[in-house]
């Protein structure tokens, strides 16, 4: 059963930083995606980071780039999401996820991915 648990949200002022953490149990992961996705209030879902396990590609959303860093550690069976410059518009529920397809060109659809975490909210003062 696989399991994505993350962790490192909260209250932040326009600036400043968080890394979010997930850890994904139940599976070996090695051939999998893990994006980063986030939900605001009245929104939809979409896509702010994704990576093959291994790092070999990666994605970024146009509104990330440059202040939002994704990693993953195999040793932990964790994938991070760094995110720096932190800005208003960022507040959402930040959710992690698993696509075990792992297509490159598909690595910010959001329906490609088949396990979800129960998120954890970034909020983002100004």
């Known amino acids: 059963q696989v399991q994505l648990v993350e962790s490192g949200g909260g209250l932040v002022q326009a600036g400043g930083s968080l890394r979010l953490s997930c850890v994904a149990s139940?599976?070996?992961?090695?051939?999998?995606?893990m994006g980063w996705f986030r939900q605001a209030p009245g929104k939809e879902r979409e896509s702010v980071a994704a990576?093959?396990?291994?790092?070999?590609?990666?994605y970024y959303a146009d509104s990330v780039k440059g202040r939002f860093t994704i990693s993953t550690d195999n040793a932990k069976n964790t994938v991070y999401l760094q995110m720096n410059s932190l800005k208003p518009e960022d507040t959402a529920v930040y959710y992690c996820?698993?696509?075990?397809?792992?297509?490159?060109?598909?690595?910010?659809?959001?329906?490609?991915?088949?396990?979800w975490g129960q998120g954890t909210q970034v909020t983002v003062s100004s």
């Open positions: 996820a698993a696509d075990p397809a792992a297509i490159q060109s598909h690595l910010s659809r959001v329906y490609e991915y088949d396990y």
């Open positions: 139940g599976r070996t992961f090695s051939n999998y995606a």
């Open positions: 990576i093959k396990w291994s790092g070999v590609y990666k």
